[in-house]
């Protein structure tokens, strides 16, 4: 299957949101809750493309980005990173994108944004 995402996300709410909106694509979503389990999950499935939140209770999303991007695991390197954060203070989405990430996404999340930016990166199952 070639439409795996990962979500890595603290927030239960947002990741029922994306979950529904993603499986209703098509997609077959994996759960992180922390950064480090983020990263470990990424690093022993194969994913197809990640969403990252960048306020983690652990290591931030920027820390997370940097790691896959370093990863031993050569398809991670290039799988693609979209970052998803509430913080939308000028310079985090540079800073999003000099960690490793390939899109920066600001929450709320709209729904038709999130197909958009997945479907760029996957095209929708169905």
Known sequence: MDNIVLYIEDNPDNMTLV???????????LEAVNGLDGVMVAETQDVNLILLDINLPDIDGYEVARRL??????????VPIIAVTANALK????????????????KPINIRELWARVEAFLPSPL
């Open 91 to 106: 310079g985090d989405a540079e800073r999003a994108l000099s960690a490793g990430c390939d899109v920066y996404m600001s």
């Open 69 to 78: 991007r370093k990863s031993q695991k050569p398809k991670l390197v290039h």
């Open 19 to 29: 979950k529904r909106a993603l499986e209703s694509r098509g997609y077959c979503l």
